[in-house]
């Protein structure tokens, strides 16, 4: 597999690099680290009085790709490139495309709390406009958050609707890759009642606990059809907010959680959904954003 | 008589009205992942919990409906409904306290009174939310059409407006001005929206449109009381007692909310003191609240202009100041809290048939729960159709009488029940007892059967016609697909000879 890290020479860019290196050793692929620089107005101003700066940038780009090398173990197999392009986003995707990546690793905005990952403007465009698996960097992964071990379990957060059946497949793909067991899991928030009324005080707990009975009914159905050898199991988080939801399920210091996409599209676009969005910051492991497949 | 049932188990006619649910099964449905939500609610909280829950239901439009019933008197039939709410949330208190779990009437008469007397009171629940919340939607569109007026000097075109029913005696026929009204029926699709999309966004919606329901209420008084003329309460009572028996016996919905708070036994503490201390404040509340209403607006308007008059408190604002602002203000604030009464009343419906469901009383359909948004969408769908074309082509006087109806009866039937039960089971541990008993549970019934009594001679009709549906759905399919059925076993031995 290829992996391609965008690459940036601060703490959020190590924590990209960090995972980009754990996913390349794992699955013994190549690795292309990749600095975009910010594109200049020489080109254009006749009296290119940008040259320097441009010269100044490529200098940094440089800089940053070499202690990106002293990062990166030297069993593996690596590329550092730099590209000039109008934004990080756009200069990622088209260096995506060019060298025909399997995946790609970024990471989030620099404010935040660590382990969490808040999606910064990069993050955005590509979350939004890729049709690439993106793997995404919790804050501080490249400190005591990275992985101790080697994979250990994959999670693949599911909802329970007709969609979730390909991102199974999917993640049931990712698993061989990994040669993991795959857990799947899904959470519940427990909503506060609307307002008393004859129903009771706690009718909404009786609409989710009808719920994880759906999902596992579902479950079980679904097991009886599960063609690939990757072991599976099922876990359902449960609270009054996605954080304590998805805090309530023990999750290995070696694991990764694949999140699937909400619409489908023909351009087969992510597009992140209001339920995907809290289970991407809140999750307590990298999280590995897949596109949805065409049928 | 054996009715069915399978060949190794055959169960009984009778065995199945009087199946009782067990308890484990109610708390472990309500419990969040299977431990116990405590939420200690203290006295003050519950009690505004109930002001919250109750205000505001009818006030807004059962003047111009009941003024010509009773006159100045309606201050009495709200003190008189008032009343029998009170006495029935006290019995549905004891009853509620009696399960250790959050639950509706209808769950607590399931687990303490058996099956048929559950699908009873379940059947008038519907009756009461489902009707109620169309009758709401159709006061609402009065309000949303003076807004209307008093900000772009239009109105909307009547036959947009009123049902094309209307009712004469034991008749419905058609013969109204208008063709639908739409508002009504629009606003209970968006409601249905609302819901659909998770609840932690209705309920935060909620408590602010609570908050400008009291303070559109507060606004009408100050100002109506400026006009106060005391010469319009007389005659005080043109009609007399039974006048006044009459309205309260209608204005009984506007205290719907009140039961909700009896529900709260295992979240209060000390409920044996704050569950009636709660119910009591916030009916003292609530009644004082209407009667400053009710009592303004008679002090400012001749009675004889009540009748037929939409967006009452609005335009007894317009006529004191001559000005259309505060008009315009009351109107508004009753088109946004209007928007939250139809919403919790849909919302209690839909989670009463979702209870229903799952005990296989009602179609599976309305226990789906949707994996996108975890609402049961089909569920509110269902509920909100419905709604919407009673909404739009019953005429809100029926609808209203229909609603008080159904809230009297399933009231009526827990009474009983917390009569049976203490003779049945006296040592069976109850988190709070009715005191004056057997007087007060006795006195309950008396006055819901005396407020039913009063009601209007369709209503009886429908009533009828409703209790022959739910009578045939529960004989033919809901006592056979029961989950007491399908694990009847399981359940007697769980039961014991309680079955009997």
């Known amino acids: ?295 | 008589m054996d009715t069915g049932g399978s060949m190794k188990n055959p169960v009984t006619f009778s065995q199945r009205l009087l199946r009782r649910k067990p308890v484990n099964f109610l708390v472990q449905e309500t419990q969040q992942g299977g431990k116990t939500l405590k939420r200690s609610l203290t006295l003050f909280q519950l009690t505004m919990f109930g002001v919250g829950a109750t205000i505001g239901t009818g006030i807004f439009f059962v003047l111009s409906e009941q003024v010509p019933v009773a006159g100045p008197a309606v201050l009495i039939s709200f003190i008189l409904a008032g009343i029998t709410a009170g006495l029935t949330a006290l019995c549905y208190a004891e009853l509620s306290s009696m399960i250790p779990a959050s639950g509706s009437s209808y769950s607590y008469a399931y687990a303490t009174l058996g099956e048929g007397v559950a699908f009873l009171v379940a059947a008038c629940l519907i009756l009461e939310y489902g009707v109620s919340a169309a009758a709401v939607a159709i006061g609402w569109s009065e309000y949303l059409n003076n807004l209307i007026h008093n900000v772009f000097g239009v109105h909307l075109p009547d036959w947009l407006l009123s049902a094309p029913v209307v009712a004469d005696g034991y008749k419905l026929y058609l013969g109204g001005t208008g063709l639908i009204n739409l508002p009504a029926a629009i606003l209970v699709f968006l409601c249905c929206m609302l819901l659909m999309r998770g609840v932690t966004e209705s309920a935060r919606i909620n408590a602010v449109m609570v908050l400008i329901k009291l303070c559109v209420l507060i606004l009408f008084i100050s100002i109506a009381a400026t006009a106060f003329n005391a010469e319009h309460l007389t005659p005080f009572s043109p009609h007399g007692f039974a006048g006044i028996s009459a309205a309260a016996g209608s204005i009984f919905f506007t205290f719907i909310g009140l039961d909700a708070v009896s529900t709260a036994g295992e979240e209060v503490e000390n409920p044996r003191r704050n569950l009636p201390l709660a119910i009591i404040c916030a009916l003292f509340v609530v009644i004082i609240f209407y009667i400053l209403v009710a009592l303004t607006a008679l002090g400012a308007q001749e009675q004889g202009l009540f009748k037929g008059q939409q967006a009452g408190l609005a335009v007894i604002l317009q006529e004191i100041t001559g000005s259309t602002w505060p008009a315009i203000i009351l109107a508004a604030g009753a088109v946004i809290s209007v928007f939250s009464i139809t919403l919790v009343v849909l919302y209690g419906q839909t989670r009463i048939l979702f209870a229903m469901s799952r005990d296989g009383l009602a179609p599976k359909i309305f226990h789906r729960v949707s994996t996108k948004t975890l609402t049961p969408n089909a569920n509110t769908l269902i509920v909100a159709v419905i709604v919407s074309i009673i909404a739009g082509f019953i005429p809100a006087d029926v609808l209203w009488d229909l609603t008080s109806m159904g809230t009297l009866i399933a009231f009526a039937v827990v009474s009983i029940g917390v009569l049976v039960l203490r003779y049945r089971m006296p040592d069976a541990p109850r988190g709070f007892k009715v005191p004056l008993f057997p007087a007060l549970p006795i006195l309950s019934i008396c006055a819901c059967l005396y407020l039913i009594s009063s009601l209007s001679a369709i209503v009886y009709v429908i009533a009828a016609i409703w209790a022959a549906i739910a009578a045939a759905y529960y004989f033919l399919c809901a006592s056979k697909n029961s989950v007491l059925e399908a694990g009847s076993e399981a359940y007697s031995h769980q039961n014991g000879d309680d079955h009997q």
Not at chain 1, 52 to 68: G, I, T, W
Request: charged content about 20%.
């Open chain 1, 1 to 295: 597999m290829k992996f391609l890290v965008g690459y940036s020479n601060d703490s959020s860019g190590k924590d990209a690099l960090k995972l980009g290196v754990a996913l390349t050793e794992m699955t013994q692929g190549k690795l292309i680290v990749c600095h975009i620089v910010a594109k200049t107005w020489h080109n254009i101003a006749l009296a290119k009085f940008d040259e320097d700066y441009d010269q100044f940038l490529c200098d940094e780009a440089q800089k940053a790709l070499d202690d990106a090398k002293l990062t990166v173990p030297s069993h593996i197999e690596a590329r550092y490139i730099a590209r000039t392009a109008l934004s990080i986003g756009e200069g990622l995707k088209q260096t995506a495309k060019e060298l025909s990546v399997d995946c790609m690793v970024i990471s989030g905005s620099r404010i935040g709390i660590k382990g969490q990952f808040f999606s910064g403007t990069v993050a955005d465009e590509l979350l939004n406009q890729l049709s690439l698996p993106v793997a995404l960097a919790p804050k501080g992964f490249s400190q005591n958050q990275g992985f101790t071990s080697p994979l250990m379990r994959l999670s693949c957060a599911v909802s329970g609707s007709d969609q979730s059946c390909n991102l199974a497949v999917s993640a049931g793909e990712w698993a061989e890759v990994f040669k993991v067991p795959l857990r799947f899991v899904t959470f519940a928030v427990r909503d506060r009642d609307i307002t008393p009324t004859a129903a009771g005080f706690d009718a909404e707990n009786m609409v989710i606990n009808e719920w994880r009975e759906q999902i596992e009914a579902e479950y079980a159905q679904a097991t009886r059809h599960w063609e690939s050898d990757v072991p599976i199991s099922l876990e359902i988080g449960d609270g009054s907010t996605w954080k304590e939801s998805i805090q309530s399920i023990d999750w290995h210091v070696s694991e990764l959680l694949i999140v699937g996409t909400t619409m489908s599209g023909i351009f087969k676009q992510v597009l992140i959904g209001k339920n995907a969005e809290k289970i991407i910051r809140y999750a307590c492991v990298p999280r590995l954003v897949l596109p949805r497949s065409t049928d």
